[in-house]
T-cell receptor, first 116, second 114 residues
Framework: AQTVTQSQPEMSVQEAETVTLSCTYD???????LFWYKQPPSRQMILVIR??????QNATENRFSVNFQKAAKSFSLKISDSQLGDAAMYFC?????????????FGTGTSLTVIP | DSGVTQTPKHLITATGQRVTLRCSPR?????VYWYQQSLDQGLQFLIQ???????AKGNILERFSAQQFPDLHSELNLSSLELGDSALYFC?????????????FGSGTQLSVL
């Protein structure tokens, strides 16, 4: 089974600064999808950004961008101009591109604190 | 608001009991997924249904069962509850079951087994 590792249980960042959350994964597959989900105190899981493994270009969504290194099996999330509303638990997730049993595998999460 | 509705939001029950968690997917979504989130296990995939049929199975215990009804809502049944079943149970939905589809999560049902 695929594994997703988030080695930073907690991170903090000053408001308006930039922070990078790390994620590595282990897979023998060549085609897959990677996601970052945010879980604020409201508990709801919200999709932040998605990356297709076959695309070399890093995905970007406004202040959120990723650094996808396929050979290194690394998928970090960069949050620029951090805002108080970015404070949340962030989960990295992997999903196989195969149709059958294509469940998500989640990391253990990184708790992000934004300091005013 | 993701459009995925889960009820109840909180559930407190005793060991040995049986509970049912309900999920209504976003309008038009055919796939429903169930996840369990606990402090020690993180987010664990339980089961997926697509248009009424079971599509994928994860780490779901035999004491747990689920189904998706013709109106596409889904129920997760948990029986012979144990203390360790206390967790946040999420339902998510997507239009299809292609691997690139985004999942939209509900707010979860917090289950406490005393």
């Amino acid at each position: 089974a695929q594994t997703v590792t988030q080695s930073q249980p907690e991170m903090s960042v000053q408001e308006a600064e930039t922070v990078t959350l790390s994620c590595t994964y282990d897979t023998s597959e060549s085609d897959y999808y990677l996601f970052w989900y945010k879980q604020p105190p409201s508990r709801q899981m919200i999709l932040v950004i998605r990356q297709e493994a076959y695309k070399q270009q890093n995905a970007t969504e406004n202040r959120f961008s990723v650094n996808f290194q396929k050979a290194a099996k690394s998928f970090s999330l960069k949050i620029s101009d951090s805002q108080l509303g970015d404070a949340a638990m962030y989960f990295c997730a992997y999903r196989s591109a195969q149709i059958a049993g294509n469940q998500f595998y989640f990391g253990t999460g990184t708790s992000l604190t934004v300091i005013p | 608001d993701s459009g995925v509705t889960q009820t109840p939001k909180h559930l407190i029950t005793a060991t040995g009991q049986r509970v049912t968690l309900r999920c209504s997917p976003r309008s038009g979504d055919l796939s429903v997924y169930w996840y369990q989130q606990s402090l020690d296990q993180g987010l664990q995939f339980l089961i997926q249904y697509y248009n009424g049929e079971e599509r994928a199975k994860g780490n779901i215990l035999e004491r747990f069962s689920a189904q998706q009804f013709p109106d596409l809502h889904s129920e997760l049944n948990l029986s012979s509850l144990e203390l360790g079943d206390s967790a946040l149970y999420f339902c998510a939905s997507s239009y299809g079951d292609a691997p690139n589809e985004k999942l939209f999560f509900g707010s979860g049902t917090q289950l406490s087994v005393l």
